[in-house]
């Protein structure tokens, strides 16, 4: 069964930097994609980033890119998400995600993000404010 741990949320001020993690158990990483969401209070889950450890490949929502960076720490089946320049607007509940296949092509991506296919964690809350 996979299961999945986010850590590391916490409160800052804008300009900060924050970096989550997603303890992942059950699977291996190159057998999954895996993906960071996030929902804020009354707005609908927004996919953020994504990760193939298999074919390498990552992406990144227009509105994380060039701000947040995720990478995986294989030996220890973790996937860490590094967000930098932290605005007010990123505060929200943030998740971690995992599914087959394990691509994070633009179009599957938004599927999942719609859907809410595949193993979720419980999630981490990120509080950005002066």
């Known amino acids: 069964q996979v299961q999945l741990v986010e850590s590391g949320g916490n409160s800052v001020q804008p300009g900060g930097s924050l970096t989550l993690s997603c303890a992942v158990s059950g699977s291996t990483l190159d057998a999954v994609a895996v993906g960071w969401f996030r929902q804020a209070p009354g707005r609908e889950r927004e996919g953020i980033s994504c990760?193939?450890?298999?074919?390498?490949?990552?992406y990144y929502s227009d509105s994380v890119e060039g701000r947040f960076t995720i990478s995986s720490d294989n030996a220890k089946n973790t996937v860490s998400l590094q967000m930098n320049n932290l605005n007010p607007e990123d505060t929200a509940v943030y998740y971690c995600?995992?599914?087959?296949?394990?691509?994070?092509?633009?179009?599957?991506?938004?599927?999942?993000?719609?859907?809410?296919?595949?193993?979720w964690g419980q999630g981490t809350q990120v509080n950005v404010s002066s």
């Open positions: 990760l193939s450890v298999k074919y390498g490949a990552t």
């Open positions: 995600s995992t599914n087959i296949p394990t691509t994070c092509g633009e179009p599957l991506f938004r599927l999942w993000e719609k859907s809410g296919l595949g193993h």
